[in-house]
């Protein structure tokens, strides 16, 4: 009964833990947003890679949509990345690719019933 304790407890704090500012914060002008992070893997260019979105907050994700541009040429990724929910506010965004070294914003629009918060994240790829 105590290892069962002590594990149960353990998965609950790992799953706390996923929003300790362990990951990037992704940025809204929603000041009522609920916070959202992105946890990047290692980018490399014309590399696919995947991302993972934390909504920390508990709300009712309708849906997510997860994009790129490069906002200097006003273009966007070539390919459309897919998305998995994998449970407790966690999106595995895979497919992401970018084919041009330079500054890209990835864009991520959480809808909700009360409407759609658009967030932003800055990254440079050398």
């Known amino acids: 009964m105590i290892n069962w304790t002590i594990l149960l407890g353990l998965l609950w704090a790992s799953s706390a833990l996923a929003c300790d500012t362990t990951g990037k914060p992704l940025i809204s002008i929603d000041k009522d947003a609920p916070r959202v992070e992105v946890f990047l893997e290692d980018m490399k260019l014309t590399q696919p890679f995947s991302v993972q979105i934390k909504v920390c907050d508990h709300v009712d994700v309708i ?21 998995v929910d994998v449970g407790d506010g966690v999106y595995r965004v895979d497919g992401m690719l970018f084919h041009m070294p330079g500054i890209w914003e990835i864009r991520v629009n959480l809808t909700q019933e009360t409407g759609v918060i658009r967030y932003t994240r800055t990254v440079t790829l050398r």
Do not use: S
């Open 63 to 83: 849906a997510l949509d997860v994009d790129a541009i490069m906002p200097a040429h006003q273009h966007g990724l070539n390919y459309t990345p897919t998305i």
